[in-house]
């Protein structure tokens, strides 16, 4: 009882007890057990979020989503316990972990949005998905605007007078990329442009990045290796990061001779471009936050949750 009260109301005790309770524990490395603590209907301060992360913790592109997990629980006393998973679904072994944890609600986080299923035993707790949608009806969601993200950049890109756009893109098979199809149609419309008249262009797989460069050059086989195009709408950073280089090394200039417009803020590279790389927002950090939030505020609200993707201006156009 002594040492409960020198953790919990440590007011309770006097001085001298409440210092040898302390270099007890210093000498011990003891810490307590949050397992214990729920077995006999701890406090909230003991409630915990499992995270399974899949593809989220092992790449610096979305890591700000469990970042912005940890802080929002900490912030509202709760704790995360996070969980790498390779596959989805999750195996039984990660399943069994986790459920050991005796997790207060589960998030299924991923890296790329992407469409998953989850097992019935996890749809027994609280459960909310991060930049995923579930294959089965009744989950909440929370995933990018891609919609509106391609299209309140296109338009801003229109806007500034460019008319003979090129686009090299996300694999069509991505499921993202009807989205921010609907967004570039919609913009285009706007300006009195028809999607069959703009050149484009789909990665075969998510990875093809140097089908960028015999895009350009198919592009640029005209007069003097001039290009037909003004604006060049890349399906992601990384596509960009691509054409820059094969750009710049035909000695055209950006954004004087093309322009470029990326996707997803690439995190510690988009503004390392020279010069420095217009995009958009994938909003990881926010998703994780309202995430953690629906738990938390234990919302019954099982629908997809679109999350705004920010236009961030730079200088490449």
């Known amino acids: 009882m002594t040492v409960s009260r020198a953790l919990n109301t440590p007011e309770k005790l006097n001085q001298e007890t409440l210092a040898k309770v302390r270099q007890a524990i210093e000498t011990l490395g003891y810490v307590p057990s949050l397992s214990a603590r729920k077995i006999r209907g701890g406090h909230s301060s003991g409630k915990t979020i499992g995270v399974f992360a899949l593809d989220t913790a092992t790449t610096p592109f979305a890591v700000e989503m469990l970042l912005s997990m940890e802080r929002t629980a900490r912030e509202n006393g709760w704790n995360v316990f996070i969980l790498n998973v390779f596959e989805a679904p999750p195996n039984q072994q990660a399943i069994d972990l986790m459920l050991s944890h005796q997790p207060d609600g589960i998030i299924f986080s991923a890296m790329q949005l992407r469409t998953v299923e989850i097992p019935p035993v996890l749809r027994s707790l609280p459960l909310v ?3 995923c949608i579930s294959s ?19 338009k801003s890109a229109l806007k500034r007078g460019y008319r003979s756009p090129l686009c090299i893109s996300l694999p069509h098979s991505s499921l993202a990329w009807e989205w921010r199809q609907r967004g570039l149609v919609r913009a285009l419309a706007e300006v009195r442009l028809a999607v069959e ?49 094969y750009l ?13 417009l990326g996707y997803d803020n690439m995190i510690g590279v988009a503004e390392l471009f020279y010069p420095p790389l217009s995009t958009v927002q994938l909003p990881y950090y926010e998703m994780g936050r309202r995430a953690a939030e629906h738990l938390i505020q234990r919302r019954d609200d099982p629908s997809t949750h679109r999350v705004a993707c920010p236009l961030v201006e730079r200088e490449s156009w």
């Open 248 to 260: 710049l090394s035909r000695g055209l200039r950006i954004p004087e001779d093309v322009a470029v």
């Open 136 to 154: 089965q009806a009744g989950v909440a969601c929370y995933i990018p605007d891609d919609e509106d993200g391609q299209y309140q950049a296109v």
């Open 129 to 131: 998905l991060s930049n």
């Open 197 to 245: 008249d703009v050149p484009q262009y789909n990665l075969s797989t998510d990875d093809a990045y140097q089908e960028t460069i015999v895009v350009l050059e198919q592009q640029l086989r005209g007069p003097e290796g001039k290009p037909a195009f003004d604006l060049l709408i890349c399906g992601n950073d990384r596509i960009a990061l691509v054409a820059y280089q």
